[in-house]
C-alpha cells in the first residue's frame, strides 16, 4: 500500500488530525491537505504517479523552431555525419530565411531527448590534449575495413590533417601495402605540402621498428627520412593517443546511408562525395566558429620540416656534495646559465656504525 493512501486511510476512515498523520508518517500537513484535495475531487485516480513537469517554461523553443531542428537532425543523420543543425557559413539548409537571428548554439546543438535521433549510447566526440597549432604541423594516417555489395572486403586508407581536420586523402583499395602507403602519401605532398610529422599505429605497412631489428626502413619510412619528416608510432590507433580524433569512423557512417557500391571504383567515387562533403561544406563542431576544414587548412600558417616546434626550457642537474664542493645544478633558458644554492647539509647525519 502506498503511504498516500495509508494517509487518506488514516485521516478519513481512522478520523486522525492531519497533523498527527504528519507527525507519524514524517510528511507536511500541506501535502496531506493537496492530497484530500486530489481525493475528494478525483476519488483513486489520487493515488496514481503524476508528472512532475511545469505547465509552461519560459526558456522553451517555440515548436516552429524544435520542429525545425529535429527536421535538420533526421536530415543529417540520414548523410552520415554526427547530426549537427548548424548550417554551413553563408549557406542555408532550408526556407528559412539564413539572416534571421536563430537559436543558440547549446539549445540547436541538444534538442530535446524524445526528439533527438541520435543512439542512446553516442559518446560525445574526445578531446584533443595537445592539438597542433599549425597546419601540416602533424599528418595522421590510419585504414578501416568496407564490404561491397558481393561481400568483398576493402580496406579504406585516410590521411587527416591534425589541425585543421582536413580529409588529405580517403582512398580504397583491396588491401592496403607498404607501397600503396607510399604512393597516396606522396600524392597527397604533391598537392598539399610536406608536413611536420606524421602519426600512425606500429602496423608494418607504416614501420618495421617492432620486427626485432631484422629489417631496415620500409619504404614509408625511408620517404619520411628522405623528406626530414618527424615520425610518432604507438602501439594502439592514432585516435587512442588522446591527442586528436581520426577520421575513419565517419566515412563508414557516410557509407552506411549511401547504396552499397558494387565495385571498387563506385566505392572511391562515393569516398570522393564524401571528403567534398566533409572538407568544404560540413561544418565541423570542434573548429573555430564551426569553420569547415578547408577554411582553416587554408588560413593557419603551414609547418614543415624545417619549422622547429620543439622549442623548450632545458634543466641540467650535476652532483654536488654536502659542502657544495663540484659544479651546481643549473638552469639554462636560452641565457647565460643561472646557478642554483646547493642543498645545505644534513644536521644529523646518520652515525656510521662502530667497527
Known amino acids: 500500500m502506498s503511504k498516500a493512501r495509508l494517509v487518506i486511510t488514516a485521516v478519513l476512515v481512522e478520523g486522525r488530525s492531519q497533523s498527527q498523520v504528519a507527525r507519524d508518517y514524517a510528511v507536511s500537513q500541506g501535502w496531506i491537505s493537496r492530497l484530500i484535495k486530489q481525493y475528494t475531487l478525483e476519488g483513486d485516480a489520487a493515488f496514481q504517479p503524476r508528472s512532475r513537469r511545469p505547465r509552461t517554461s519560459p526558456r522553451r523553443l517555440p515548436q516552429d523552431t524544435i520542429d525545425l531542428i529535429v527536421e535538420l537532425r533526421y536530415t543529417l543523420s540520414s548523410k552520415g555525419p554526427t547530426p549537427d543543425p548548424t548550417p554551413s557559413p553563408g549557406t542555408c539548409t532550408t526556407t528559412t530565411d539564413c539572416t534571421s537571428p536563430g537559436p543558440r548554439s547549446a539549445a540547436t546543438s541538444t534538442p530535446p531527448a524524445w526528439s533527438n535521433p541520435a543512439p542512446k549510447n553516442a559518446r560525445s566526440r574526445p578531446t584533443s590534449a595537445s592539438p597542433p597549432h599549425n ?9 578501416t575495413h568496407w564490404r561491397l555489395a558481393g561481400g568483398t572486403d576493402i580496406e579504406i586508407l585516410c590521411w587527416l590533417d591534425d589541425c585543421s581536420r582536413l580529409a588529405l586523402s580517403v582512398t580504397a583499395h583491396r588491401r592496403v601495402t607498404g607501397p600503396l602507403v607510399v604512393e597516396q602519401f606522396t600524392k597527397a605532398i604533391a598537392q598539399h605540402a610536406i608536413p611536420y610529422s606524421t602519426l600512425t599505429d606500429n602496423g608494418m605497412v607504416f614501420t618495421t621498428r617492432l620486427a626485432g631489428g631484422k629489417v631496415g626502413r620500409n619504404g614509408f619510412e625511408a620517404e619520411l627520412h628522405r623528406h626530414g619528416i618527424h615520425q610518432i608510432n604507438s602501439p594502439q590507433p592514432p585516435h587512442h593517443l588522446r591527442k586528436s580524433r581520426t577520421l575513419p569512423p565517419s566515412p563508414q557512417k557516410w557509407l552506411t546511408s549511401q547504396p552499397r557500391a558494387n565495385t571498387l571504383a563506385a566505392l572511391q567515387t562515393q569516398l570522393n562525395a564524401f571528403a567534398a562533403e566533409y572538407n568544404h561544406r560540413r561544418p565541423h563542431r570542434s573548429l573555430l566558429h564551426r569553420a ?27 652532483r654536488v656534495d654536502q659542502a657544495g664542493a663540484g659544479h651546481p645544478a643549473r638552469q639554462r633558458t636560452s641565457s647565460p646559465h643561472r646557478h642554483r644554492t646547493p642543498p645545505p647539509p644534513n644536521p644529523r647525519p646518520n652515525p656510521r656504525p662502530g667497527p
Not at 597546419?135 to 585504414?143: H, L, N, S, T, V
Not at 569547415?292 to 603551414?302: D, E, F, G, L, M
Open 135 to 143: 597546419a601540416g604541423e602533424r599528418w595522421q594516417a590510419d585504414f
Open 292 to 318: 569547415t576544414p578547408a577554411v582553416i587548412y587554408t588560413s593557419r600558417p603551414k609547418a614543415d620540416p624545417a619549422t622547429r616546434i620543439d622549442t623548450h626550457n632545458r634543466v641540467r642537474a650535476d
